[in-house]
């Protein structure tokens, strides 16, 4: 389909790029005249998408560009993943902005010229246009450097789609020693283009999972009698769980309990040995997180026990809540109304989605925030982690120019 490419409102008049090396346009107006490059960084990425912790080709292209850019300095934290760090020429804060870099593992259905080359991968959730904006971020900085004060930290993190997650593991490596305040930002197809949110507090939910095996004992299907059915006890687990939440659980405490996978039985005329259940869990509140295992375990026993059959029971935490500083989102809030105006803002709820950036937040203050990418005239209404997942370009403009707005108001010495 052809993306559409208007002119959005509060959208700079494009300069020409070739100014940029010069560092003769302002940051914020050298960023329209680098949209096109974005746009291109980002179509190269989604054609070559590669899964969590197998980013080998990625990373070498996000530290091929990199290299090229004068004034960084790289490193490889892990082998699929690269940090890179500018230091201004004046004195200020050292600042994080982190992109993520892996795709999924999803056969694209979308008819573009740039659609995924590897079958059974696809960058169905923006990290492809995360990385493009943050590469076009490094390149407006860099052109500045003269006049920059403080020190960026660009990270490009792998593996955020699978937990454990690469966030931590680049903690764990040093990526946050010595940082102030940390950013971030998610390209949102719920949100039309064009509108930022910035959420004051819990933003987004820990998505944790869980795994049970209903052991019972099979048989013939015309001879029930003589089995313990494991479809049928994991049935009636199936809607007692949901009981979890809606009887257990404050109705104003936000939690989703979710059965995904329902796996048992291999032909119509056989009861199995066994039925397997998985799902997620997602919370924001500490202890809802470790009440709720147990109250999911008594369940699960209770029911299995009745009718004769064992269980197994695995609950696995994955990542923190995305809490954003309500200090920094305030300011940065500010910042959006500055650059953009208030018509920009959107007010957003917390989403139940998951995201590791909380990890760099255990570090120092941090702001995760929304871009707008949904266009639904152009038909760019498809949800995240869908086949059909599409974003609309333009957001990767607003994106650069949010993130640098936000990165030279924070690299500001008294701030």
Same mark, same amino acid.
């Given at each position: 389909?052809?993306?559409?490419?208007?002119?959005?409102?509060?959208?700079?008049?494009?300069?020409?790029?070739?100014?940029?090396?010069?560092?003769?346009?302002?940051?914020?107006?050298?960023?329209?005249?680098?949209?096109?490059?974005?746009?291109?960084?980002?179509?190269?990425?989604?054609?070559?998408?590669?899964?969590?912790?197998?980013?080998?080709?990625?990373?070498?292209?996000?530290?091929?560009?990199?290299?090229?850019?004068?004034?960084?300095?790289?490193?490889?934290?892990?082998?699929?993943?690269?940090?890179?760090?500018?230091?201004?020429?004046?004195?200020?804060?050292?600042?994080?902005?982190?992109?993520?870099?892996?795709?999924?593992?999803?056969?694209?259905?979308?008819?573009?010229?740039?659609?995924?080359?590897?079958?059974?991968?696809?960058?169905?959730?923006?990290?492809?246009?995360?990385?493009?904006?943050?590469?076009?971020?490094?390149?407006?900085?860099?052109?500045?450097?003269?006049?920059?004060?403080?020190?960026?930290?660009?990270?490009?993190?792998?593996?955020?789609?699978?937990?454990?997650?690469?966030?931590?593991?680049?903690?764990?490596?040093?990526?946050?020693?010595?940082?102030?305040?940390?950013?971030?930002?998610?390209?949102?197809?719920?949100?039309?283009?064009?509108?930022?949110?910035?959420?004051?507090?819990?933003?987004?939910?820990?998505?944790?999972?869980?795994?049970?095996?209903?052991?019972?004992?099979?048989?013939?299907?015309?001879?029930?009698?003589?089995?313990?059915?494991? #479809? %049928?006890?994991? @049935?009636?687990? /199936?809607?007692?769980?949901?009981?979890?939440? +809606?009887? =257990? *659980?404050?109705?104003? $405490?936000?939690?989703?309990?979710?059965?995904?996978?329902? #796996? %048992?039985?291999? @032909?119509?005329? /056989?009861?199995?040995?066994?039925?397997?259940? +998985?799902? =997620? *869990?997602?919370?924001? $509140?500490?202890?809802?997180?470790?009440?709720?295992?147990?109250?999911?375990?008594?369940?699960?026993?209770?029911?299995?026990?009745?009718?004769?059959? +064992?269980?197994?029971?695995?609950?696995?935490?994955?990542?923190?809540?995305?809490?954003?500083?309500?200090?920094?989102?305030?300011?940065?809030?500010?910042?959006?109304?500055?650059?953009?105006?208030?018509?920009?803002?959107?007010?957003?709820?917390?989403?139940?989605?998951?995201?590791?950036?909380?990890?760099?937040?255990?570090?120092?203050?941090?702001?995760?925030?929304?871009?707008?990418?949904?266009?639904?005239?152009?038909?760019?209404?498809?949800?995240?982690?869908?086949?059909?997942?599409?974003?609309?370009?333009?957001?990767?403009?607003?994106?650069?120019?949010?993130?640098?707005?936000?990165?030279?108001?924070?690299?500001?010495?008294?701030?």
């Amino acid at each position: 389909m052809t993306l559409v490419q208007t002119t959005l409102p509060g959208t700079p008049t494009p300069f020409a790029s070739s100014a940029l090396a010069g560092g003769t346009l302002a940051p914020l107006e050298a960023a329209a005249a680098l949209a096109p490059q974005v746009i291109q960084w980002r179509r190269q990425l989604h054609q070559r998408p590669e899964v969590a912790f197998h980013e080998v080709e990625t990373s070498q292209f996000i530290f091929d560009t990199l290299s090229a850019i004068p004034g960084l300095t790289l490193s490889r934290p892990t082998r699929t993943s690269v940090v890179a760090e500018l230091r201004g020429a004046l004195p200020g804060h050292t600042i994080a902005v982190r992109a993520d870099i892996d795709g999924l593992p999803i056969h694209e259905e979308v008819d573009v010229a740039f659609r995924s080359t590897r079958d059974g991968a696809m960058h169905a959730c923006g990290h492809d246009g995360h990385t493009a904006i943050v590469l076009g971020l490094a390149t407006l900085l860099a052109a500045h450097v003269d006049t920059l004060p403080g020190t960026v930290r660009f990270v490009f993190q792998h593996a955020e789609e699978l937990s454990p997650g690469g966030a931590e593991e680049l903690v764990q490596h040093g990526v946050m020693d010595g940082v102030a305040r940390v950013i971030g930002l998610h390209l949102w197809a719920p949100m039309p283009v064009g509108r930022i949110g910035i959420l004051s507090g819990p933003a987004m939910a820990a998505p944790d999972n869980f795994q049970c095996t209903i052991v019972g004992k099979g048989g013939h299907a015309a001879m029930p009698h003589e089995c313990v059915d494991p #479809i %049928a006890i994991g @049935a009636q687990i /199936v809607t007692a769980l949901q009981q979890v939440v +809606s009887r =257990t *659980v404050d109705p104003l $405490d936000p939690v989703v309990l979710s059965v995904t996978q329902f #796996i %048992a039985g291999t @032909a119509f005329n /056989v009861i199995p040995n066994s039925a397997y259940l +998985s799902g =997620t *869990v997602r919370t924001f $509140d500490a202890s809802l997180r470790t009440s709720i295992p147990a109250q999911m375990e008594r369940v699960i026993k209770g029911i299995a026990e009745a009718f004769g059959a +064992s269980y197994e029971f695995r609950y696995l935490q994955g990542y923190r809540p995305v809490v954003n500083d309500p200090a920094l989102s305030a300011r940065l809030t500010d910042v959006v109304r500055r650059t953009f105006g208030n018509d920009t803002l959107i007010e957003m709820r917390p989403t139940m989605g998951g995201e590791d950036f909380s990890a760099y937040q255990q570090r120092a203050p941090g702001v995760f925030a929304f871009v707008g990418a949904g266009n639904e005239a152009a038909g760019i209404i498809f949800p995240h982690h869908h086949p059909r997942f599409q974003i609309d370009e333009r957001s990767l403009d607003v994106g650069l120019r949010y993130l640098t707005a936000a990165t030279l108001d924070l690299l500001t010495p008294n701030a």
